[in-house]
């Protein structure tokens, strides 16, 4: 499949088979988020990968408020990755943030997971980004040191069900020339 194939085709998948991923589908995953660009090539994200179902559990009935979606598929899936920031790493020259963005690792961060998704999907698995949890929990279960932060995580395996495309906006929606607007 061609990276516009996957990138037109990757949705958000929220139940999995139990079936294992292949070490080498593991390492291409992985190798995929360590050649994300980032920052000045600060790489100032981290991930802790989850096989334990126990963990997994935990996180599951410990992190998530109300009914958020995701919750069965960090269960049911056989890995949750968990996607870290480092901060104060990102955007910073000489001890300085050098824009009014200030911290970069958010961006970077979600970039690294982005190439995580989709060479997931390009090896037939599934995943779905999430971000709506208590972090600091999450940080708290997972031994996360000060001055890293849990930014997002995904449950990873092959899709049980797959939805359809939610609706997009049209391109003159969001794409202006030379100037803001129409």
Request: hydrophobic share 45%.
């Amino acid at each position: 499949m061609n990276v516009i194939d996957v990138i037109m085709e990757r949705r958000s998948v929220r139940r999995f088979k139990a079936d294992e991923i292949p070490e080498a589908d593991m390492a291409k995953i992985v190798e995929a988020v360590r050649m994300a660009p980032s920052w000045a090539n600060t790489q100032c994200w981290e991930f802790i990968i989850i096989y334990d179902e126990a963990i997994r559990t935990k996180l599951s009935e410990e992190i998530f408020p109300g009914g958020n979606p995701a919750k069965k598929g960090m269960v049911e899936a056989p890995v949750v990755v968990v996607a870290l920031g480092k901060e104060n790493v990102a955007g910073v020259y000489d001890g300085n943030f050098i824009t009014d963005k200030g911290d970069w690792f958010m961006y970077d961060v979600g970039i690294a997971m982005q190439n995580l998704c989709l060479a997931a999907k390009g090896l037939g698995l599934g995943t779905v980004h999430v971000g709506a949890f208590d972090a600091k929990k999450a940080e708290e279960i997972l031994g996360v040191p000060d001055g890293v932060r849990v930014v997002a995580l995904t449950p990873l395996g092959y899709p049980a069900k797959e939805g359809g495309a939610p609706p997009r906006k049209e391109v003159k929606e969001f794409v202006f020339k030379n100037k803001y607007g129409r």
